[in-house]
C-alpha cells in the first residue's frame, strides 16, 4: 500500500493489538475500515463515526487518491459543530486519511468518538514521550 | 453422477460451438463490411477463428493460471492454515478426486472462492481471506465441498474456456466499434462527401456490423450466465452430499450475502467462477444475474432436513424454485445420505484477533518482514519498502529493515 501523499510505500504499525498503516516519509497516517472497527469496537458504531462527518464544500485542498482503491477521496469535517478538522475518507468506504499537521488538530478536538478512543490511540501511537 | 457429468459436458461443448458461430458470423460480417464484398468475409472468419484457436490454446494449457494471477491469487502452503488444507483433503477424499487441488488465497476482505484448472487432475481452489475469518469449520467445508463439486461435474475447464472465448467476442467488437469511430472521423476530415466506394450494399453491411458487434458481447454473455447459475445448483446439490450437512453452506452463504462489497480482484468475465457473485453492489450486473438468488440457494438448502442426497436436493429445488428437476433421473439413485450433527471444534470467526491474524497471514504470504520494537509495537514492513531503516513513530527507536 502507498501513501496517499508522496507516494511511498507504507509501514503498518501494530500497538495494543490495533493496527495503523503510517507513512515513514511524510508521517502521514491512514486508518482502513477493518483498523477502525478495531479501534472503535462495533462495526455499527464505527460506521456512525464515519457517516457523522459532513462533506465539505468548496475545498481548496487538492484530492487526495484512497490506497487501497486508486480513486479520488473526498474532502470531510470532521469533530463536533464548533471545531472541526479536514480529512479525508474513501468514498468507497475503504477508509481515513490523516495529513501530518491534521493528527494535531484530531487529537486537539478530543471528541471524535463518542468515547474518545480513536484520538487517545493516535495520541499514544504517534506522539513521543 | 456420470450421466450428469455427461450431460454437463455436452452442454459445454454445445455453449462453446454456439459461442464459436457468434464470433464466426462477427468475423465474417465485419470483414464484409470492410472489405465491401462477401468474399472478404471468409477472409473474417479465418482471422476470427484463429484468434480464437490461439486464445483456447492459451486457456488449455494455462488458462488457470491466468485466472489465478489476474484475481491475484498467492499460492499457500499447509502452515499458513492448517484448517483449510484439512478441510481441503477432507472434501478430496469424499468427493473421490485423484490428486489434491491447488491451494489459493486471496487477499481481498468479501468473502468468496472458486474453483479453476483443466480436469480433476490439475484443479484449484482459491478462497479470499475474508472467507476465512468469516467463516466457521462447518461453513468453510461447505464452501469447500461446492467448489470440489464444480472439479468434479467437470465445470472447470467450461468457465475457463468460455471465459476466454466471451473475452475474445467482446474483443473484436471493441476493436471494430472503436475503429469505426477513428475512421468516421478521418473520412469526414479527409474526403469529401459522397465518395463512398461501396455504394448502398456496403452501407448496410456496415449497419448490420455494427448491430452485430453491439449485440454479440451481450448475447454470448447471456449464454454463459444462463448455464453458469444451473451449476451453482449443482455444486451446491453436491456440497449438500459430500459434506452431509446442508446447514453449513447455506450459514456460508448467509454470511456471504450479507457482505455487500465488491471484489477488487474480480470482473465481468471472472464473476461466474465465484460462489456468489462478487460483484454485486454494483449497478450493471442487474441487467443479467450471474448467479441464481442466493435466499433461494439458502431456502433450498434449508429444507433438507431429512436426508442431504441429491434426491432431497432435488425435491427442494423443485418446492422452492417452482421448476422442472435439474437433475438427472440416473443421478438420483436410491442413496440415502443421512445429516451429520454439527461439528465440535470451536472456532470464533468474529473475533478482532482472528482477523488481524489472517491479515498478518496475508502479508507474510507477500513477503512482509516484521520487526518489534523495544517499545512494544510491531513494524510491518512491505517488501517494496526502499529504505533499509525504520524509525518507530512511538519511542524513536531506528530499526534495520534488511
Not at chain 1, 501523499?5 to 503498518?12: E, F, G, H, R
Not at chain 1, 498503516?21 to 477493518?34: A, F, N, P, V
Amino acid at each position: 500500500m502507498n501513501c496517499a501523499v508522496c507516494s511511498n510505500p507504507m509501514i503498518t504499525l501494530e500497538l495494543d493489538q490495533v493496527e495503523t498503516d503510517y507513512c515513514l516519509t511524510c508521517r502521514g497516517i491512514w486508518l482502513d475500515k477493518g483498523e477502525l472497527e478495531q479501534l472503535l469496537g462495533d462495526t455499527l458504531q464505527a460506521q456512525q463515526v464515519l457517516q457523522s462527518f459532513q462533506i465539505a464544500q468548496d475545498c481548496k485542498e487538492s484530492p487526495r487518491r484512497c490506497p487501497i482503491c486508486g480513486k479520488k477521496m473526498e474532502k470531510v469535517l470532521a469533530g463536533p459543530e464548533s471545531k472541526t478538522t479536514l480529512l479525508d475518507r474513501c468514498k468507497k468506504g475503504h477508509g481515513l486519511w490523516f495529513d501530518s499537521g491534521e493528527l494535531e488538530s484530531v487529537l486537539s478536538l478530543g471528541r471524535f468518538d463518542s468515547e474518545g478512543k480513536l484520538p487517545s490511540y493516535l495520541k499514544k501511537m504517534y506522539t513521543r514521550k | 453422477m456420470w450421466q450428469q457429468i455427461h450431460i454437463n459436458k455436452r452442454n459445454s461443448i454445445l455453449l462453446l460451438l454456439s459461442m464459436g458461430l457468434v464470433l464466426a458470423a462477427l468475423g465474417y460480417i465485419i470483414a464484409a463490411a470492410i472489405g465491401g464484398s462477401p468474399e472478404a468475409g471468409w477472409l473474417g472468419i479465418l482471422i476470427a477463428s484463429a484468434i480464437w484457436l490461439i486464445m483456447t490454446l492459451v486457456s488449455f494449457t494455462s488458462g488457470d493460471q491466468i485466472l489465478l494471477a489476474s484475481s491475484r491469487a498467492a499460492p499457500v502452503t499447509p502452515e499458513v492454515h492448517p484448517q483449510l488444507f484439512n478441510i481441503v483433503e477432507e472434501m478430496k477424499i469424499a468427493a473421490g478426486l485423484p490428486k489434491m487441488p491447488k491451494i489459493y488465497i486471496i487477499n481481498d476482505p468479501a468473502p468468496n472462492a472458486f474453483a479453476t484448472g483443466r480436469n480433476p487432475q490439475n484443479a484449484s481452489v482459491a478462497v479470499t481471506a475474508g472467507l476465512l475469518t468469516r467463516l466457521n469449520r462447518d461453513e468453510l467445508q461447505g464452501v469447500i465441498a461446492h467448489e470440489v463439486s464444480h472439479i468434479v461435474h467437470r465445470d472447470i475447464l467450461f468457465v475457463t474456456l468460455a471465459g476466454v472465448l466471451l473475452g475474445s467476442v467482446v474483443l473484436i467488437s471493441q476493436v471494430f466499434l472503436r475503429g469505426m469511430v477513428y475512421s468516421s472521423m478521418s473520412a469526414r476530415r479527409y474526403s469529401s462527401r459522397g465518395s463512398s466506394r461501396g455504394g448502398g450494399g456496403q452501407a448496410l453491411l456496415m449497419l448490420l456490423a455494427v448491430l452485430l458487434a453491439i449485440l454479440a458481447p451481450l448475447f454470448t454473455q447471456l449464454l454463459y450466465f444462463a448455464l453458469s447459475r444451473r451449476r451453482e445448483y449443482l455444486a451446491d446439490a453436491g456440497a449438500a452430499r459430500l459434506t452431509r450437512y446442508p446447514e453449513g453452506l447455506a450459514s456460508a452463504l448467509e454470511k456471504i450475502a450479507q457482505q455487500d462489497i465488491p471484489m477488487e480482484s474480480a470482473n465481468q468475465v471472472t464473476a461466474p467462477m465465484y460462489i456468489a457473485n462478487p460483484l454485486r453492489g454494483k449497478k450493471y450486473l442487474n441487467l443479467y444475474s450471474t448467479h441464481p438468488p442466493i435466499e433461494q440457494r439458502i431456502r433450498i438448502l434449508r429444507n433438507m432436513s431429512q436426508g442431504a442426497s441429491l434426491a432431497d436436493y432435488e425435491q427442494f429445488y423443485r418446492s422452492v424454485t417452482h421448476k422442472a428437476g435439474m437433475i438427472p433421473q440416473s443421478a438420483l439413485s436410491k442413496e440415502t445420505v443421512s445429516i451429520r450433527p454439527p461439528s465440535t471444534e470451536k472456532t470464533d470467526p468474529s473475533s478482532l484477533n482472528q482477523i488481524r491474524a489472517m491479515g498478518d497471514l496475508m502479508r507474510k504470504v507477500n513477503g512482509f518482514k516484521f520487526l518489534t520494537c523495544p517499545c512494544g509495537v510491531i513494524l510491518k514492513i512491505p517488501p517494496n519498502f526502499p529504505t533499509g531503516k525504520a524509525q518507530c513513530p512511538h519511542c524513536g527507536h531506528v530499526l534495520s529493515v534488511s
